[in-house]
């Protein structure tokens, strides 16, 4: 890894004619760029995979459809047999080595990309009116609840997010669609849009 | 004449006054009129002209079923056609006009078709079929013109749309569509179950009808229940209430959508969507759509000043407007009485009640006769005479078919209708289920024993209240206390007989909006469409923007009187979402703008679109197809890029290929199937170019594979073509190949990658600071290896796409300015330029080599092109290899690749040119081949290009003709698809 601080390109090209909208959007909007992001394929119900998921990032492997969290760090269930590890991103590396170490022989495959994906942190209590404008999964406190995850699709394109808390949710796109997915959100969260008062 | 009431008017509020214009006239209404009531408080009935007679015509309706006034509603980018006045809530400022007339709605020239058409059946049913056929020459230039301007009503719109629209997705146990008293009572019932309830209803407020009937609940009156039973479910966390929300269609699995009108009725309202769609997963469905008025059919029934009998007391109960003074209320039910108590209690003179049974013996009709009203039996309207507006109608006793007795005149300005109700069964039927025919009640009711039905096989549907053909609301509310007169059966009455010229029928209109009369139905039946689906069609009953809510019962009755059959043989046609119209805008959605397409876009893409960048599409990116400097065309830049490039060195952004990582134990036994080479063997650190194909033997991507572990490859594929290889993968793997110990990883967003290409591309490498010697021997070509450039850390793969000495380097997205930036200052005393994807096909092309979707169309195979080199002779099995040995694919005459060189080196052979065995004159050429890739080479100064010809391989210096139009050709010579550095030199420095 270089020695070098890691430059940010910028999650968003500035695209003319962008619309204009009111400064105080329905739910908090916050592109983050400073996870390490991991894509772990394998046995998820091995020993082995429970302790390189440990090893890597200090968490239990998560039940289908949701997350489990500490501080920073994440597990996501993506898929019967992919996680989504998130840590920092200096350890990333680090991180993959540990897993492999832990993996040893043990068919696996696990990734540093952390540079693939955008990660858009959401506030408020409003986060799951405006996800349901465009996924169609049910994102009500009655379907939706702390520590459930989904991948779906919204905005036309393929995303995944994850409720932390009442009130802070997470959602990841493919980083070439961030700025489309940003452009998506602010729309969808213009204030005078609230489907319940 | 039509007047405001000085009080009552459930739904306005007196003390806001709103003004609007009707064609330019300056009105006044309140808050809480729709644009229908306030016009006839303003003693506006006449409203439009019809379709194809431009008869004059009035509001008929109250609600969603209206046929006839339709209004251009607003101005300029927000002029909407076609909207109906019944439905349109009024807001204070808004613009309307009447449509389909000229010069204007009183004075129509239009009605001169009525005069023609009375003298000639020159646009009775299936007219288009008959008429304006001769002379033939007259089509082109006269009729289609002619007729093309007549289609439609409206004006359309012809300013963008400035308005913003969205889509909701919504879950619920039960959805229930109506907000009448049906709907009200089956969401308590639900909710009281702590079932999540979602109740929509279609207008501005709660109630349906229950606010006009007069009928008692629970010692409630209608208006005082409903206010109770709305102020409960709004309590309820588990209900959710909208109005102005319309249950647009059901679909499969409870899917159902309703479109909402959020802020129609308070236009400019910062932020508001103008119309939201709920796109709503329900476990139940519940139907309480009510029922709809029919009229009757009369001669000159749609004159304005006819209106539904509901209506007429709906105008007066809920928006204080009487819509007339003198009035005849005609009908073959009890219901309609209702209409003639309400008025007379409003101060309107109720000339006669005209009914067509022999006895009116029920409560209502009592209570009329006790009022003073004139009841008559057996008596019919043989026809409305008038103009603009209703004035009298002539009466006779109804004797089977005929009218008898003598011609009596009426004198009236209002004729309140009533043929009895049609249940809404739209919803039901929308999503499978069946109705059937009481002959009793006169209706199409569902069919209990064949609902829709879910995944489960189990009814997700049930209609309730009117919808149900349940009219009463002591029937529709069991559980409760109903005060209300019970009511004799109706007679089904579908034609009252006339005299004279009008006993035919062409003036008993049934559908109004499309001007289809009983004449027309009766002529489509003699003419052999039996079918209620072709009569339809033919006579065009039921196809307007009303979809015939108030004429298909009417329709398919005289049908079946017509053809001697019984109603329920005829059946109904077919219902279809949406139950009303929508909007595009809200189909839509947010999809709209800069947000219709979420396109891709590279972590340079803010530097390209600064420095010149002229954008195409690829895949779901934009990539540059060249940088324009000031003073240049797309052809001088081009040029200008391809010879730097082979002069100096160019800079690729190529990060939009797809990258694919592929591990595991059994990762070289994998890509040995999905590529035609031997991939296995690729050692680790070097690179080599590999080609995919279907199970029918054909190319569909190529790309170069790496190897970069002892287990692990990566493979590139198109722009196009990364998602579509994924999936391939993981299909094969999860479907067939499920033993094999492999996984894949889609990367293609987490690197950058750049190619730097041209005799210089060392020096800027060695320049920007790499920590990896990159000398001829150090890095060869075909070669991989891993290290830091500027700071940035890379994968260096020396491959080559245009034949130059050239590296991709690839770093992780986060780099990927840095990494270019550092690129091109490093280049800039070696004269690096950046180039496009122009520049980058140009030079491949000069180089022979090809691209998936020029050289290949899905039936093109590896051997086609000539890349047997990429084809393994070793391997035993891949995906396409036994397709590739069946005869058609190995026979000789199919297209080879093959170079072209046009007769004239400065013509540029248009892209799919088809080469021709033979020129012919007006006669159909044998075509042996097309022109795949073809370009002006800046290179070489001549245009080259490549092509697939019959047998082209063994066609070597043969010249050969292109169609290049109507009788035109180019020559062109068959020479090697390699033009330029035919040894291969240049990349092996």
Redesign the interface.
């Known amino acids: 890894?270089?020695?070098?601080a890691?430059?940010?390109?910028?999650l968003r090209?500035?695209?003319a004619?962008?619309?204009v909208y009111?400064p105080e959007p329905l739910i908090g909007i916050e592109p983050t760029?400073v996870y390490g992001m991991i894509?772990l394929?394998?046995d998820l119900g091995s020993e082995a995979l429970e302790a390189a998921v440990d090893e890597a990032v200090g968490l239990k492997v998560p039940a289908a459809l949701s997350v489990v969290s500490d501080g920073d760090a994440r597990v996501v269930w993506m898929s019967p047999?992919e996680l989504l590890l998130f840590t920092d991103y200096s350890e990333a590396d680090a991180a993959v080595a540990r897993i492999s170490e832990q993996m040893g022989v043990a068919?696996?495959?696990a990734?540093?990309?952390?540079?693939?994906?955008a990660v858009i942190r959401l506030r408020g209590a409003r986060v799951g009116e405006v996800l349901?404008?465009?996924?169609?999964?049910?994102?009500?406190d009655?379907?939706f609840s702390v520590g459930t995850a989904r991948r779906t699709h919204m905005?036309?394109?393929a995303v995944a997010f994850w409720r932390l808390e009442p009130d802070v949710w997470e959602i990841v796109a493919?980083?070439?669609?961030a700025?489309?997915?940003l452009?998506?959100l602010e729309?969808?969260a213009?204030?005078?849009?609230e489907?319940?008062a | 004449m039509a007047e405001r009431l000085s009080k009552g008017g459930l739904l306005i509020d007196r003390d806001q006054p709103t003004t609007f214009t009707f064609n330019g006239d300056a009105l006044q209404g309140y808050e809480g009129d729709t644009v229908a009531s306030a016009l006839l408080a303003n003693d506006r009935m006449l409203v439009g002209r019809s379709f194809k007679y431009h008869r004059p015509r009035g509001i008929m309706a109250s609600g969603a079923e209206e046929p006839n006034a339709l209004l251009g509603i607003g101005e300029g980018a927000r002029f909407e056609p076609n909207q109906r006045a019944t439905t349109t809530e009024l807001h204070d400022g808004m613009v309307t006009q009447s449509q389909n007339h000229w010069p204007s709605l009183e004075t129509d020239v239009g009605a001169l078709n009525a005069w023609v058409a009375d003298k000639l059946p020159v646009l009775s049913a299936g007219f288009y079929y008959k008429t304006f056929l001769f002379p033939r020459v007259a089509w082109k230039h006269i009729y289609e013109p002619f007729i093309r301007k007549a289609a439609g009503l409206g004006k359309a719109p012809v300013e963008k749309d400035p308005d913003s629209y969205e889509h909701f997705h919504w879950h619920c146990d039960v959805l229930i569509a109506g907000g009448g008293i049906a709907g009200i009572a089956a969401a308590r019932k639900a909710a009281d179950e702590g079932k999540r309830v979602l109740l929509v209803e279609q207008t501005a407020h709660w109630g349906g009808r229950a606010l006009v009937d007069g009928d008692q609940i629970d010692g409630q009156s209608g208006p005082e229940w409903v206010a109770a039973q709305i102020a409960a479910l709004e309590a309820m966390p588990n209900v959710t209430l909208r109005t102005r929300a319309m249950a647009a269609g059901l679909y499969d699995h409870g899917y159902a959508l309703v479109y909402e009108r959020v802020s129609d009725h308070r236009p400019g309202l910062t932020g508001a969507p103008r119309h939201r769609l709920w796109r709503v997963r329900t476990g139940q469905t519940i139907v309480a759509t009510g029922a709809i008025e029919r009229p009757l059919t009369f001669a000159n029934n749609d004159m304005p000043g006819v209106m539904l009998a509901s209506a007429a007391r709906d105008y007066a109960t809920l928006y204080g407007v009487l819509p007339g003074r003198k009035v005849i209320v005609y009908a073959n039910n009890d219901d309609a009485y209702r209409t003639a108590l309400t008025l007379h209690q409003d101060g309107a003179k109720i000339v006669a009640i005209l009914d067509i049974r022999a006895q009116a013996a029920g409560d209502l009709p009592q209570q009329a006769r006790e009022a003073g009203i004139l009841v008559r039996t057996s008596t019919g309207i043989a026809k409305a005479i008038g103009g603009k507006r209703v004035d009298e109608v002539q009466i006779g006793t109804i004797q089977g078919e005929k009218m008898t007795g003598r011609e009596e005149y009426l004198s009236c300005d209002l004729v309140c209708v009533s043929g009895g109700w049609s249940p809404v069964v739209h919803l039901w039927s929308h999503c499978g289920g069946k109705l059937t025919w009481d002959d009793t009640s006169a209706m199409f009711r569902p069919d209990d024993s064949r609902p829709p039905t879910g995944s489960d096989g189990q009814a997700m549907t049930k209609c309730v209240g009117a919808a149900n053909g349940v009219l009463h609301t002591t029937e529709i509310l069991p559980d409760s206390m109903v005060r209300a007169p019970t009511e004799d059966v109706l007679q089904p009455h579908w034609f009252t007989p006339s005299r004279g010229k009008y006993a035919h029928g062409t003036k008993h209109f049934v559908d109004f909006q499309n001007d289809v009369t009983a004449a027309d139905v009766r002529l489509a039946a003699r003419e052999g469409y039996e079918s209620v689906e072709h009569t339809k069609r033919y006579t065009t009953l039921g196809m307007a923007t009303d979809q015939g809510k108030t004429s298909n019962i009417n329709g398919l009755a005289l049908l079946a009187g017509a053809l001697e059959k019984q109603i329920p043989e005829v059946g109904t046609t077919t219902f279809r979402p949406p139950y009303t119209p929508i909007s595009m805008g809200a189909i839509t959605g947010s999809a709209k703008g800069p947000l219709f397409k979420a396109v891709r876009q590279t972590p340079m893409h803010g530097w390209h679109d600064a420095n010149g960048a002229d954008w195409e599409p690829v895949g779901d990116w934009y990539r540059p197809f060249c940088y324009r400097r000031a003073g240049e065309d797309r052809h001088a830049a081009v040029n200008r890029e391809v010879v730097n490039a082979r002069r100096n060195v160019g800079l690729l952004d190529a990060s939009t290929l797809g990258k694919i990582v592929v591990k595991g134990p059994d990762a070289g036994k994998f890509l040995d199937l999905l590529y035609t080479n031997m991939m296995s063997t690729l050692k680790q650190g070097r690179c080599r170019y590999g080609l995919m194909c279907t199970e029918n033997g054909f190319l569909f991507d190529d790309g170069v594979v790496v190897r970069t572990g002892p287990e692990e490859f990566l493979c590139h594929t198109t722009s196009g073509g990364s998602d579509r290889v994924h999936a391939w993968m993981e299909e094969w793997l999860q479907t067939e190949w499920w033993d094999l110990k492999v996984a894949t990883v889609n990367v293609t967003d987490q690197w950058a990658q750049v190619a730097v290409a041209g005799p210089n591309a060392r020096k800027v490498l060695e320049d920007a600071v790499c920590d990896v010697a990159l000398d001829k021997g150090a890095v060869k070509f075909m070669d991989y290896v891993e290290g830091t450039l500027a700071g940035c850390p890379v994968r260096i793969f020396r491959i080559s796409f245009s034949g130059e000495l050239s590296y991709e380097i690839a770093t992780p997205a986060g780099y990927g300015m840095a990494l270019w930036d550092a690129l091109r200052v490093a280049g800039e005393p070696h004269g690096i330029m950046p180039y496009g994807t122009e520049a980058l096909h140009i030079m491949r092309a000069e180089k022979g080599f090809i691209m998936i979707g020029d050289e290949t169309d899905g039936t093109v195979t590896p051997q086609d092109l000539g890349l047997f080199f990429a084809i393994s002779k070793k391997k035993t099995d891949y995906i396409g290899k036994r397709a590739q040995e069946r005869s058609d694919l190995v026979r000789t005459g199919r297209k080879q690749l093959v170079g072209l060189m046009a007769e004239d080196p400065q013509m540029v052979l248009p892209d799919g040119a088809h080469a021709v065995k033979r020129r012919r004159e007006h006669v159909a050429m044998t075509t042996i081949g097309h022109v795949t890739s073809t370009y002006y080479s800046p290179t070489l100064g001549h245009s080259i290009a490549m092509g697939l010809v019959e047998n082209g391989l063994s066609r070597r210096s043969e010249w050969i003709d292109f169609s290049t139009g109507l009788g035109e050709f180019m020559r062109a010579q068959i020479v090697d698809p390699v033009f330029y550095d035919q040894a291969g030199e240049k990349q092996n420095v």
């Open positions: 890894m270089s020695e070098a890691r430059p940010v390109a910028p090209a500035p695209v004619d962008e619309p009111a760029d894509t394929r394998g047999d068919h696996h495959m990734l540093n990309v952390s540079d693939a994906r349901s404008k465009g996924a169609p999964c049910d994102c009500s009655h379907g905005a036309g394109l493919l980083r070439s669609y700025h489309h997915l452009a998506w729309q969808a213009q204030p005078g849009s489907v319940f």
